[in-house]
């Protein structure tokens, strides 16, 4: 029944051979370093579900993202464990990240004819330090306040159009309404909408040229 | 041969069989807080009662339904809100008085006194209400609501809810 299912949607949809391409791929004899690159993965799914439920009680005005993030965290069921998952996610994100490129340096699999794999990576991995910069300003707390005039008035020292860049990241010269609005569209929009783009090609890519053996002795 | 394939193709089912276990509990443990977490706020407690008060007893005319407004402070998500709550007072012999909420039973429209008629009216369907509340004509399912009245020291008081979680 369910493989006649199956053979009906296959016939129109060709649904097998798009899940033995990403799926059944041949595969080098691996080890668990590996899998940092799925674990990273799996991690964004985890913050995109939590994200999406957050906005669901979150309000990114200052009259009401530290009331809201406090009711989310106090009051809704299982508030608590959605921004829990939500918070500590962001950082293992990073540290995945990071630990997955020291993977793909060591073992050299970034050469040829994986470059742009790599470049499209060292970018998921500035999209995923914006994420975790813009989503660090949301509670609305002294540290989220305090973290994000310093972060921002780290780029005054750019030369000549340091004081401009201030400006355009905090919409003002100073941490406003402005800025928390557009730190939280840019969190929820404009960030995973790139995210996306840049992780579809990325996964192209990998599941294209295949995964890279572990380099022997003598490569 | 032929067994080291058949050992091949059940560690191949195992694993198939695993992965598919440990992805659906992982789901389960995503979809089981998410539903809880976005039905939440309707599972709580319900909401406070207490007695609200209106206002002088005097100012009900017998026979005439009088309209009180008060305002209310109501907790709604993690903001404290201000709400105003028209009632109709309504006492025939000057010592029982009935309270009735303005709010149409259709679809929550506001009702009117119309003293010519002797009718509440409400001007989204033409719902109408008697002096007592009950539906004269119109597509309202039942009466105006009624809320509990208590008179002290010359005061109106009802019974109402302050906390709507």
Redesign the interface.
């Known amino acids: 029944m369910a493989s006649q299912f199956g053979n009906w949607l296959d016939e129109r949809l060709g649904w097998r051979s798009v899940w033995d391409t990403i799926f059944l791929r041949q595969i080098p004899k691996v080890n668990w370093l590996y899998t940092l690159g799925s674990a990273t993965l799996f991690v964004s799914l985890n913050q995109l579900i939590t994200g999406i439920l957050l906005t669901i009680y979150y309000v990114p005005t200052p009259d009401h993202a530290y009331d809201s993030v406090t009711y989310i965290t106090t009051q809704v069921p299982a508030g608590w464990l959605i921004r829990g998952l939500h918070h500590w996610g962001a950082s293992a994100m990073v540290v995945l990240a990071v630990l997955h490129m020291i993977r793909v340096i060591l073992y050299g699999a970034y050469k040829y004819p994986r470059e742009i794999t790599w470049f499209s990576g060292v970018a998921l991995l500035l999209v995923t330090l914006g994420f975790g910069f813009t989503g660090y300003l949301l509670p609305w707390d002294q540290k989220a306040f305090w973290a994000t005039t310093v972060g921002t008035e780290i780029a005054g020292v750019t030369p000549v159009i340091g004081q401009t860049l201030v400006r355009i990241l905090r919409g003002g010269p100073e941490l406003s309404a402005v800025t928390l609005a557009r730190f939280f569209g840019v969190h929820v929009w404009v960030l995973p909408a790139s995210l996306t783009l840049l992780l579809l090609l990325h996964m192209y890519l990998v599941i294209r040229h295949g995964i890279s053996a572990v380099p022997g002795r003598r490569e | 041969m032929g067994e080291q394939k058949a050992s091949a193709d059940s560690r191949r089912q195992f694993l198939k069989t695993a992965t598919a276990a440990i992805g659906a509990a992982i789901a389960a443990g995503?979809a089981f807080?998410?539903v809880?977490?976005?039905i939440?706020?309707v599972?709580k407690r319900q909401e406070a009662e207490t007695w609200i008060p209106l206002g002088p007893t005097n100012k009900v005319e017998p026979g005439t339904p009088t309209l009180f407004r008060v305002t209310v402070e109501r907790q709604t998500?993690?903001?404290t809100a201000t709400e105003e709550l028209s009632v109709y007072v309504l006492t025939e012999n000057g010592r029982e008085y009935s309270a009735m909420s303005n709010i149409c039973t259709h679809l929550g429209c506001r009702v009117r006194w119309i003293d010519g008629q002797q009718e509440f009216f409400c001007p989204c369907h033409n719902g109408v209400f008697d002096k007592q509340g009950s539906v004269v004509s119109g597509p309202p399912p039942r009466p105006l609501d009624q809320y509990p009245t208590k008179v002290e020291d010359g005061q109106i008081f009802i019974l109402g809810g302050t906390d709507r979680?």
């Open positions: 995503f807080p998410a809880v977490y976005l939440g706020p599972l998500g993690w903001i979680g």
